[in-house]
């Protein structure tokens, strides 16, 4: 796999230009790296895991200008990981093999594309970090309210997730995760989400550059000290799916608060017969929820934080 020497990058300069690892098929993926003039920390922020995704890969665009003068230590930019997925406009998955890159963490030697796409990122850039951001937001077809994800008992992880400044913070453990390579070696890893629907407005961009930005004071690689944000910490994140396919009407949009019990939306047939009615089983604040009128068995259809 293709070696990405950061000493090999001028120092007090932006540095731009794609990789071509060799991971069985091939692809260009994009980089960017910003080293300061002082020594300090490196910090790695990703995105476009999944490739439609699009508030968080603006996002880590719009982070090729941060002024290197003004930077102690490295920022390095990957601001579209899942390169197939993003020009196929893909849905959660990576096309070249069907698989979701956020469910392979850390990846494979022997696996498939995508598999292999995650140890190459592990290993190349999550492992040899002293911090790591993975941006995200709703897909295609989710709405979302900002939050933010750190390994649960990963205390280091928590301290940046509350200087991202994102109102809620789920204490994960979820298998296969980006955040979970970083923290499962001691690197303090965050996945944030913003935006979603197909959309980049402005204000969930800047949100999510606002929280990095944020993250590289508290590290000391830019000037200034973030200032404190109320946040909420939630334990669970309870999904709901489909178990029928057909065509969903929700009843709840992200950002309420539901009841457990409480009736989230329907599935029906195309002539309106019910196959599905999908029951908060937690209370809490709707964290994500499918916008889709059609959806497929399996599918996602809300997530609940409590």
């Known amino acids: ?95 070249v093999d069907g698989k979701n890159l956020n469910r392979v963490f850390p990846g494979k030697t022997a696996g498939t594309f995508t598999e292999r796409l995650a140890l190459w990122v592990t290993e190349s850039f999550i492992h040899k970090a002293d911090a790591y951001i993975d941006l995200h937001g709703g897909d295609l077809i989710e709405s979302l309210t900002p939050f933010a994800i750190c390994a649960q008992g990963d205390s280091r992880s928590l301290e940046l997730a509350k200087v991202f400044g ?48 944020r993250v590289m004071q508290h590290l000391g690689m830019l000037p200034g000290d973030p ?7 939630l334990t669970r994140f309870a999904w709901l799916r489909a178990e029928a396919t057909g065509l969903w009407y929700a009843r709840v949009t992200a950002g309420i608060q539901v009841e457990a019990g409480q009736i989230v939306g329907v599935i029906t047939d195309a002539f309106g017969k019910v196959l599905q009615e999908a029951i908060a089983t937690v209370g809490g604040v709707v964290l994500f929820a499918v916008s889709s009128l059609a959806i497929n068995e399996g599918d996602p259809l809300v997530g609940i934080g409590a």
Do not use: C
């Not at 996002?59 to 197939?84: F, M, Q, Y």
């Not at 200032?227 to 910490?233: F, H, N, Y």
């Open 1 to 95: 796999m293709e070696e990405f020497d950061l000493d090999s990058f001028p120092v007090g300069k932006t540095s731009r230009g794609s990789l071509t690892p060799r991971l069985g098929y091939p692809v260009e993926i994009p980089y960017i790296v910003v080293r300061g003039p002082r020594p300090g920390p490196t910090l790695l922020v990703t995105a476009g895991v999944h490739g439609a995704e699009y508030a968080s890969i603006e996002a880590t665009i719009r982070l090729s200008h941060t002024n290197p003068d003004k930077l102690t230590g490295t920022l390095v930019v990957l601001p579209i990981l899942n390169v197939p997925g993003f020009f196929a406009r893909s849905i959660y998955i990576n096309p």
């Open 166 to 213: 994102l109102r809620y913070i789920i204490m994960g453990s979820g298998s296969g995760m980006s955040f979970m390579a970083g923290s499962g070696r001691g690197v303090p890893s965050v996945l944030a989400e913003a935006g979603g629907q197909g959309q980049w407005p402005d204000q969930e961009v800047q949100r999510l550059n606002s929280g990095v930005e």
């Open 227 to 233: 200032e404190p944000v109320e946040v909420t910490t």
